[in-house]
């Protein structure tokens, strides 16, 4: 039942990024990356991370996702009902990707992965807190101070002059 | 979906389809949603990796939330240096974004 599932999952998430990527609507790319990104919290919730994938959908739907349809929304005019977009040189960066998946590919299938005994957990939460406040509260505090740049640029970049 | 190579084989589709994205595409806004896709390969592998090594320790874990706040992070910005590309220029299209261009 979880192996049909999973790979219910797995074929979402991949055929929605295609869609992604190969899309002639702007707005329909960014409702398949919505579907993606879900697939994507899916999948983080079959390797036991229920942490990253609430972190997931609240960061990545929630926010960035938003985001992005309004940038796709303030940067074309409204009275034009289609928002297209073109590609360009897709033979050669089709065959460049795949160039580099077969590579991926190869290292993945080859390569003899060293997997530790497989565990059930109950709960991430405890000891992701646990690892911020001790290990890595200083990148804890960098990544505060970064995200407070970000905003001050971003604010600064698009004020009217 | 207990074996390491499933997962790693999704994210290496994920991580091409995202790099094909960003290859093609000209518009600025899609070349962003390029880069959440490889974004999110990387996420993808962290947590497999550290499900499958063992779980005692989270550390996939803390660098995947690293990631994605750096993804939000980068996408304000950028999302911001596009819009003030379209004020400029009329358009979000990078090809024409050569000003600097001798």
Redesign the interface.
């Known amino acids: 039942m979880?192996?049909i599932l999973?790979?219910a999952i797995?074929a979402i998430?991949?055929g929605s990024?295609?869609w992604?990527?190969t899309s002639k609507n702007?707005v329909y790319?960014?409702v398949w990356?919505f579907v993606?990104?879900f697939g994507?919290a899916g999948?983080?919730i079959?390797?036991?991370?229920d942490?990253?994938a609430a972190?997931?959908v609240l960061?990545?739907v929630g926010?960035?996702l938003v985001?992005?349809i309004?940038?796709?929304m303030?940067?074309?005019k409204i009275d034009t009902a289609k928002i297209s977009?073109?590609?360009?040189?897709?033979f050669?960066?089709?065959v460049?990707?795949?160039l580099?998946?077969g590579m991926?590919?190869t290292v993945?299938?080859t390569t003899n992965?060293?997997?530790?005994?497989?565990?059930s957990?109950d709960s991430?939460v405890n000891?992701?807190g646990n690892?911020?406040l001790n290990e890595?509260l200083l990148?804890f505090e960098a990544?505060s101070i970064?995200?407070l740049?970000?905003?001050i640029?971003?604010a600064m970049?698009?004020r009217k002059k | 979906m207990d074996s390491l190579n499933s997962y790693l084989i999704i994210s290496a589709v994920l991580f091409t389809l995202g790099l094909y994205g960003v290859m093609t595409r000209r518009n600025g806004i899609a070349i962003l949603m390029g880069i959440e896709l490889i974004l999110n390969s990387a996420n993808l592998n962290f947590i497999a990796f550290n499900r499958f090594g063992g779980m005692e320790k989270l550390d996939g874990h803390i660098f995947s939330i690293f990631v994605m706040v750096l993804a939000a992070a980068e996408a304000v910005v950028a999302l911001a240096i596009i819009i003030n590309l379209f004020k400029n220029l009329d358009t979000v299209n990078i090809d024409n974004a050569d000003t600097l261009k001798g």
């Open positions: 979880s192996e999973f790979y797995a998430t991949i990024a295609f992604v990527v702007l790319s960014a990356l993606t990104l994507v999948l983080f079959f390797l036991y991370a942490f990253i972190t997931q960061i990545y926010g960035v985001l992005i309004f940038g796709v303030l940067t074309s977009q073109s590609s360009k040189g897709k050669i960066g089709a460049l990707s795949l580099i998946f991926m590919l993945i299938l992965w060293k997997v530790g005994e497989l565990q957990v991430t000891t992701i690892m911020i890595y990148p990544v970064l995200l740049g970000a905003l640029g971003s970049l698009s």
